[in-house]
């Protein structure tokens, strides 16, 4: 199976990355001695601490200021979504963190510690030390000259799921983990995994939009209609309500997404039709709808680009259009750079 590392990155970032649900996630996984010593509620998202190219694409950072005891550090959460666990993980992060305290130096600032954490997201298990000198393996004689480091590792795939359940007392920061951790067992196991947790509880808008078109996206769904039979064919062999698909349903279609579908159908049977009396029904009525189509399917681009709720692929996803297309109405939109002459 071919992983997407940006579909993965931009549900992890856009659910998991916010900094309460985010210690959750901390708080449960690491290890014990580290995990005490962060502050409740001190987790500040730093959006420019991330520096240039030193990291591999593969790589997704979210960096975080934190207090850890009495002392306030960074914190840079690395995502890796890949088939198999990189052996050159722990180098690049270390280049990556020896990146940031030059960076310190060059703004005259003094360097302050900082804590890598590699969220390991795989169809394979982590099985590669945790120490630096490991991967190294140096003479003994030598160990205590060579750089080394520990990096605390979470890989999701050796949670079990009740442990997501008992340690994440955050029902809808369960619900994203164990969405992600099913993820590469196709769109039935993964929805499964997040209806069992998400039943009879009321999901933010965010959970809901993030988590179906991660769901369609990765498993190539053809409509939201689709995911609405798969959602509730699950439900039904797990004898669990249905008013849960009637909700995304609803949140969905106020995005514009399938209303927007729908009157473009309608409207462009109406254009048809008057078309068709001087042309030609059948000719008019396809046509129309053609064009219905297209003018309503700009108006809902434009609706969900203004929004911003929605990434330029996402919006491609829900309805179904090459991401160009998009962002050919996107720019569309932008205002003239020619000023007045």
Same mark, same amino acid.
């Given at each position: 199976?071919?992983?997407?590392?940006?579909?993965?990155?931009?549900?992890?970032?856009?659910?998991?990355?916010?900094?309460?649900?985010?210690?959750?996630?901390?708080?449960?996984? /690491?290890?014990?001695?580290?995990?005490?010593?962060?502050?409740?509620?001190?987790?500040?998202?730093l959006?420019?601490?991330?520096?240039?190219?030193?990291?591999?694409?593969?790589? /997704?950072?979210?960096?975080?200021?934190?207090?850890?005891?009495?002392?306030?550090?960074?914190?840079?959460?690395?995502?890796?979504?890949?088939?198999?666990?990189?052996?050159?993980?722990?180098?690049q992060?270390?280049?990556?963190?020896?990146?940031?305290? $030059?960076?310190?130096?060059?703004?005259?600032?003094?360097?302050?510690?900082?804590?890598?954490?590699?969220?390991?997201?795989g $169809?394979?298990?982590?099985?590669l030390?945790?120490?630096?000198?490991?991967?190294?393996?140096?003479?003994?004689?030598?160990?205590?000259?060579?750089?080394?480091?520990?990096?605390?590792?979470?890989?999701?795939?050796?949670?079990?799921?009740?442990?997501?359940?008992?340690?994440?007392?955050?029902?809808e920061?369960?619900?994203?983990?164990?969405?992600?951790?099913?993820?590469?067992?196709?769109?039935?196991?993964?929805?499964?995994?997040?209806?069992?947790e998400?039943?009879?509880?009321?999901?933010?808008?965010?959970i809901?939009?993030?988590?179906?078109?991660?769901?369609?996206?990765?498993?190539?769904?053809?409509?939201?209609?689709? $995911?609405?039979?798969?959602?509730?064919?699950? /439900?039904?062999?797990?004898?669990?309500?249905?008013?849960?698909?009637?909700?995304?349903m609803?949140?969905?279609?106020?995005?514009?997404?399938?209303?927007?579908?729908?009157?473009?159908?309608q409207?462009?049977i109406? *254009?048809?039709? *008057?078309?068709?009396? *001087?042309?030609?029904?059948?000719?008019?009525?396809?046509?129309?709808?053609?064009?219905?189509?297209?003018?309503?399917?700009?108006?809902?681009?434009?609706?969900?680009?203004?929004?911003?709720?929605?990434?330029?692929?996402?919006?491609?996803?829900?309805?179904?259009?090459?991401?160009?297309?998009?962002?050919?109405?996107?720019?569309?939109?932008?205002?003239?750079?020619?000023?007045?002459?």
């Amino acid at each position: 199976m071919t992983i997407d590392g940006p579909l993965h990155d931009r549900f992890f970032k856009s659910t998991l990355g916010r900094p309460k649900r985010m210690e959750h996630i901390l708080k449960a996984f /690491l290890p014990p001695a580290l995990s005490a010593l962060l502050a409740p509620g001190s987790l500040v998202p730093l959006f420019s601490e991330v520096v240039g190219d030193s990291l591999d694409a593969s790589l /997704l950072d979210m960096a975080f200021e934190a207090t850890f005891g009495e002392r306030k550090t960074r914190i840079h959460v690395l995502v890796e979504h890949k088939s198999s666990p990189d052996p050159w993980a722990h180098f690049q992060i270390l280049h990556y963190l020896a990146e940031l305290w $030059l960076r310190d130096k060059k703004e005259s600032r003094s360097p302050i510690p900082f804590v890598p954490v590699l969220f390991y997201h795989g $169809l394979r298990p982590w099985n590669l030390p945790t120490r630096l000198s490991e991967m190294l393996d140096p003479p003994s004689e030598l160990l205590p000259f060579v750089p080394d480091y520990l990096l605390p590792v979470i890989d999701l795939g050796k949670i079990d799921d009740l442990d997501i359940r008992e340690k994440i007392r955050d029902f809808e920061t369960s619900a994203c983990l164990l969405l992600l951790k099913h993820i590469f067992e196709g769109a039935r196991g993964s929805l499964r995994a997040f209806l069992q947790e998400t039943n009879g509880k009321n999901l933010s808008r965010d959970i809901i939009i993030s988590g179906m078109s991660y769901v369609i996206g990765v498993h190539h769904l053809e409509s939201t209609a689709e $995911l609405s039979r798969l959602v509730n064919t699950i /439900l039904k062999e797990e004898g669990m309500s249905q008013n849960v698909v009637e909700l995304w349903m609803e949140e969905l279609i106020q995005q514009g997404v399938q209303k927007g579908i729908q009157q473009g159908v309608q409207l462009g049977i109406e *254009q048809g039709i *008057q078309q068709g009396i *001087q042309q030609g029904v059948q000719q008019g009525v396809r046509q129309g709808v053609q064009q219905g189509i297209r003018i309503t399917q700009d108006d809902t681009i434009r609706k969900l680009l203004n929004k911003g709720q929605l990434s330029v692929e996402q919006i491609a996803f829900f309805l179904d259009l090459p991401t160009d297309r998009i962002r050919e109405v996107l720019i569309e939109g932008l205002p003239s750079q020619n000023g007045p002459s």
